[in-house]
């Protein structure tokens, strides 16, 4: 029953004579006749009466000509049949097979045209077990199935007077199909499937006693199984809202309605009631949101008119079922379904509704992804909301929300474990605040250190041209006072030009150093060549040569100059500054950075200050009543917020559904406000 097939006629073309060849391989009937669906429980030989050519077989008689069928109300008989019947042991119909003209069924319905049509012979059980032809039927009921391909023209008593006394339907056979009909003689009941003017490719079916049995495939609110009296397979709306594609069974006096396109007509009865299963859809539309089309692949549904004053058609309609897909979820909502959905609600014939989607969603969010909401959304005509339970770990959310066009809104009662880590996370988060304060004082002394040093370095540069000018003149002079020592030699003018030689490496060290530390940019290649010249100099501090005066190849004369241009602590005071150039900037840079940080940080005394108050009852913290997040849909702003007493703090992209990180975010917020109180 649940895989109704809308192309039913299309397997009926060869199904049916299938049918019938499986009925009659059944040779021998089991002892007990409840256990088959071959054997009659109300018919036996002598309700059978042929007339014609009559041939006995093995089982039963071929009959051409008439069979006479006698039914509780009466009999009906088949006219220009060849028919096969056969019987068990115990002398019950356990077939009819063959061609017949279709009887009509009660007087109420006239034939405009003899039909004929293949015939077969079924209990209903048989029927539900091992076809589909979209309907259900009762199990201890047996069911002529008629097959054929002509169109079949019917009046069908309306109950009314006059003009509208009768309601003509005309059921042609589908394209590339045959048309259908089933009957139980004895209620009697008829249902036909073919194709009609106004309903397309669909089935209608009456029964005097209202043995059309509903059984619904999902629980539906105020319903259980019914017999009804009439009933409709195939495609039909549901208050303009629900368009169905399966079966529905109601109760109204007749089945005239059911050949209309909307079959929920205001001249249905008080009282009225109807059950329907199959694959709908939901077409709802949401005020200042959207539009949205809801697909249930087996979806269930029922529905009642109520008393009117107007005498207008009032009534409810249910629905349950999973949806067939999920391509229908608005992509906006931040939160995705992960799996089918169980939807559940009712539409009112004023098109309110009321429509849940229950299961599991995946929340699509800057923070918290991961999370998973076990609950539901509901659809009505001014809302579209949201509750159920997001865990982490052990502990439970419970959220409602809210969704309109522009923005998702989610609000929860804290769970008891970040109220618990709120109260107790206060102090903690003020000890913390004044260590921090004491942390970014000791960072900006430590910092204010550095860069007096870096300025140390600064005065060291403007001081090298001096000390470069002293060196000068100190190897100036060490020169002079070595050649007067050697005035009046051979050799003198051969000296005089070895030392001028030899000091030019010097001067040039010196030079360098000198022309570096007058450089008042300051970047990484003056901090470079101001490094280079400050080594090279400190290692030059003593000037030194050798000159040896030669006559013929032979050295006669050797002179060692050993003079101090720079003493040791001038020199290893230009190693020491060589060595720290390199921080002048990150000194300076840290020095700014950690002054930064310290004007932002409250002094420790006000962070002290609120403590003692909370220890001493002077402050009191208000409780928090509500977190929540806002989502924008166009700006994709996540913001979670959190109320404290009366006031509303925002805590920016934190996760809401992590204990940890939402309790640290409110703790901070309430201890902003105290320390901007005072």
């Known amino acids: 029953m649940k895989s109704f097939n809308h192309n039913i006629l299309r397997l009926l073309a060869a199904g049916l004579l299938v049918t019938l060849a499986a009925c009659s391989e059944q040779s021998t009937a089991p002892e007990e006749p409840k256990d088959t669906g071959y054997t009659s429980r109300t018919l036996t030989r002598d309700d059978l009466t042929p007339q014609g050519t009559v041939i006995e077989t093995d089982d039963g008689y071929q009959v051409q000509g008439s069979l006479d069928v006698k039914t509780d109300d009466g009999g009906v008989s088949f006219v220009n049949a060849d028919l096969d019947v056969s019987f068990d042991e115990k002398g019950r119909v356990r077939n009819i097979t063959g061609t017949t003209e279709i009887p009509s069924p009660h007087e109420r319905i006239e034939f405009a045209n003899p039909v004929q049509a293949d015939v077969g012979f079924f209990s209903g059980k048989f029927l539900n077990e091992n076809r589909d032809f979209g309907i259900l039927l009762k199990e201890d009921t047996d069911y002529f199935v008629f097959n054929f391909a002509v169109t079949l023209e019917m009046s069908i008593a309306t109950g009314e007077t006059g003009d509208g006394a009768t309601r003509p339907v005309k059921v042609r056979a589908p394209l590339g199909g045959q048309l259908l009909m089933i009957m139980d003689f004895n209620d009697p009941m008829y249902y036909v499937y073919g194709a009609q003017d106004l309903i397309g490719n669909a089935g209608t079916g009456w029964s005097l006693h209202g043995r059309i049995p509903f059984a619904p495939w999902h629980p539906v ?7 009804g009296k009439n009933t409709r397979v195939g ?38 009631q109807c059950g329907y299963n199959g694959a709908m859809a939901l077409d709802l539309f949401l005020k200042d949101i959207v539009g949205v089309e809801i ?15 107007q005498d207008i058609f009032q009534g409810h309609a249910y629905v349950n079922g999973l949806t067939a897909d999920l391509d229908w979820w608005p992509a906006f909502i931040p939160a995705k379904p992960v799996a089918a959905l169980e939807t559940s609600g009712f539409v009112k014939s004023d098109l309110d509704f009321d429509i849940s989607v229950a299961g599991e969603f995946g929340w699509n969010l800057p923070a918290g992804k991961g999370k998973t909401l076990t609950g539901h959304f509901g659809f009505a005509p001014e809302a579209l909301t949201l509750g159920g339970s997001v865990r982490d770990d052990a502990t439970v959310y419970n959220i409602e929300g809210r969704v309109t066009r522009d923005e998702t809104t989610v609000w929860t009662v804290p769970p008891q474990s970040i109220l618990d880590g709120v109260s107790n996370g206060v102090t903690d988060e003020l000890d913390d605040r004044i260590a921090e304060a004491e942390q970014a004082w000791n960072n900006l002394q430590d910092a204010t250190k550095d860069y007096e040093f870096e300025l140390s370095l600064r005065g060291l540069r403007s001081s090298l041209p001096g000390v470069v000018d002293t060196a000068k003149k100190a190897l100036s002079d060490g020169i002079a006072a070595e050649l007067r020592k050697h005035e009046g030699e051979d050799y003198y003018s051969q000296l005089k030009t070895h030392l001028y030689a030899a000091d030019n490496t010097y001067y040039e060290q010196l030079n360098r150093l000198k022309a570096a530390a007058q450089q008042i940019q300051d970047n990484d290649a003056t901090r470079n060549e101001i490094e ?25 004369k050797t002179v060692n100059v050993s003079r101090r241009v720079m003493s040791d602590s001038q020199a290893n005071q230009l190693i020491t500054a060589a060595d720290n150039v390199k921080y002048i900037k990150e000194t300076y840079d840290r020095k700014v950075s950690m002054q930064q940080i310290y004007d932002t940080v409250p002094d420790k005394e006000i962070f002290e200050q609120v403590k003692d108050d909370i220890e001493n009852g002077v402050i009191m913290i208000d409780d928090l009543g509500e977190i929540g997040f806002v989502y924008g849909h166009d700006s994709k702003v996540f913001n979670v917020y959190a109320v404290v007493g009366e006031d509303r703090f925002d805590l920016g992209a934190v996760d809401l559904f992590s204990v940890v990180d939402i309790t640290a975010a409110v703790t901070s917020a309430i201890v902003d406000g105290l320390v901007s109180g005072n």
């Open 221 to 227: 609110e105020g319903m259980g199984n019914f017999d």
């Open 235 to 272: 495609s039909f709306p549901i208050l303009k809202v629900i368009q169905v594609s399966g079966q529905m069974v109601d109760n109204n006096y007749t089945e005239v309605h059911l050949s209309l396109e909307d079959p929920f007509t205001s001249d249905l009865r008080m009282g009225y």
């Open 295 to 309: 697909p249930i692949a087996e979806g269930s549904g029922g529905m009642w008119r109520e008393a009117s004053v």
């Open 532 to 556: 280079a010249a400050l080594r090279s100099a400190a290692s030059k501090k003593i000037f030194s040569t050798t000159f040896k005066y030669k006559v013929l190849g032979v050295t006669v």
